[in-house]
């Protein structure tokens, strides 16, 4: 490689870089909000009256391992 590829190549490595670290930031972020079960947590906290006058958009913890469980 010569001098001015390998100056060229290395500036572009550097702005990748700065780029890849911000992505990086964004999905740690993303994976720390979507692994939270905040969501999930809604239905999971209402009490068992309440439970039978909601139908949750997400399947409880419960009913995931009994999926799971019964595709075998």
Do not use: W
């Amino acid at each position: 490689m010569n001098t001015i590829q390998g100056i060229i190549q290395r500036e572009y490595d550097e702005k990748l870089q700065v780029a890849l670290k911000k992505r990086l930031q964004i999905l740690r972020e993303l994976e720390k909000n979507y692994s939270s079960r905040e969501l999930e947590k809604c239905f999971e906290r209402l009490c068992k009256a309440r439970k039978k006058h909601v139908k949750p958009l997400f399947k409880t913890v419960e009913e995931q391992i009994e999926e799971f469980l019964n595709e075998e």
